[in-house]
């Protein structure tokens, strides 16, 4: 929201922000995903990625636990990066000679981490 609307509207993002923490979020609106998908979301721990904030999922199949594909979050703002959200598939799947390729995204934002992000 810009500054104008924050002056026009009394409305603050930055106050709204404090009863959604970022971490409560992500996981609340990853597990809806699961849900409604059928879909299992297991984090990768050492996963090599671009920066040490973001984070990598591996995506399987809930009913036959086969493996999808992974996904990235790059969930908050730092020196150097973009100001805006995009999602982008980095990978997608393919078959490449006898092998399959699996598809890989990353979703790319700039949120407030929060008092308890």
Do not use: C
């Not at 404090?18 to 409560?24: D, L, T, V």
């Amino acid at each position: 929201m810009s500054k104008f609307n924050e002056k026009t509207t009394g409305f603050s993002e930055s106050k709204l922000a404090e009863y959604f923490p970022a971490e409560h979020v992500k996981n609340a609106t990853m597990e809806i995903y699961q849900e409604l998908l059928g879909l299992k979301f297991h984090k990768i721990e050492k996963a090599k990625t671009w920066n040490k904030l973001v984070t990598a999922y591996e995506v399987r199949d809930k009913k036959s636990d086969k493996k999808i594909g992974n996904f990235y979050l790059d969930l908050y703002p730092r020196e150097n990066k973009f100001n805006h959200a995009a999602a982008m598939t980095l990978l997608k799947r393919a078959n490449v000679g006898n092998k399959t390729q699996l598809a890989s995204a990353a979703m790319v934002t700039n949120f407030s981490p929060g008092k308890n992000g």
